[in-house]
């Protein structure tokens, strides 16, 4: 997983406030996914990215859930008016193309608290 | 909705004793993949396979794919200290929706 950068590792924030998740991909990938993990639960999917482009966002949550990845700088994950439910350690992963058959590799994640 | 069931959920063995966990579903995936998690990271790929019947070994790890491509397997041959961990499997389905279904994982403790 070296390469993936995610920022903040660790976060903690209280009920209502807003938490941003940042990943910059590994270079020359061009394709980001965020993925959450809950205590005790496996990682689940929670959007896919391509520069500009939102590809999948089957996985996030309807409201106050949105990702991004701009043309320039990392791709944001923002949660607002956070709950307690939201504490999970949230993971980003890139690859060069589309995950099918094809190897992502995965940050070390950012550890959301919330209060 | 695509389920991957994997098992056991923990095991606890001496070091030197083999073992195989299970990564099983009634859906057809393009690729499946393993992956280690230890405290704390991420988890790191340990190997991708994307044919069905396919074997592929890793030091002392044999990961095989199903004829079906619906169900891997992981064998640990002499087992570590060191290959403690929580072992996930993912599968890939493609189809223009990349994002990987994992299993909730197999918790693995290898006893001095």
């Known amino acids: 997983n070296a390469g993936v950068m995610q920022n903040p590792r660790h976060l903690v924030r209280r009920r209502g406030q807003e938490a941003r998740l940042r990943c910059s991909p590994m270079?020359?990938?061009?394709?980001v996914y965020w993925y959450r993990q809950l205590p005790e639960e496996g990682l689940k999917f929670m959007v896919y990215?391509?520069?500009?482009?939102?590809?999948?966002e089957s996985g996030m949550p309807k409201e106050r859930f949105s990702a991004e990845f701009p043309k320039e700088g990392p791709s944001i994950l923002r949660i607002q008016q956070v709950v307690r439910g939201d504490s999970a350690a949230y993971f980003c992963?890139?690859?060069?193309?589309?995950?099918?058959?094809?190897?992502?590799?995965f940050g070390e994640g950012s550890w959301l608290t919330v209060v | 909705t695509q389920l991957l069931e994997q098992s056991p959920q923990f095991l606890s063995i001496q070091e030197g004793e083999n073992l195989t966990v299970y990564c099983n579903s009634s859906?057809?995936?393009?690729?499946l993949q393993w992956y280690r998690q230890e405290p704390g990271e991420g988890p790191v790929l340990l190997v991708t396979?994307?044919?069905?019947?396919e074997v592929k070994k890793l030091k002392r790890l044999t990961f095989q794919f199903g004829d079906a491509r619906k169900d891997s397997s992981l064998h640990i041959t002499a087992a570590q200290p060191g290959d403690t961990g929580l072992y996930l499997c993912?599968?890939?389905?493609?189809?223009?929706?990349?994002?990987?279904?994992f299993g909730k994982g197999t918790h693995l403790i290898i006893q001095p």
């Open positions: 993912a599968g890939g389905s493609g189809g223009g929706a990349d994002g990987l279904t």
């Open positions: 270079k020359g990938h061009s394709h």
């Open positions: 992963a890139s690859s060069p193309k589309g995950s099918s058959g094809n190897t992502i590799y």
């Open positions: 396979v994307v044919t069905g019947g």
């Open positions: 990215l391509q520069k500009e482009n939102i590809i999948d």
């Open positions: 859906s057809v995936f393009s690729s």
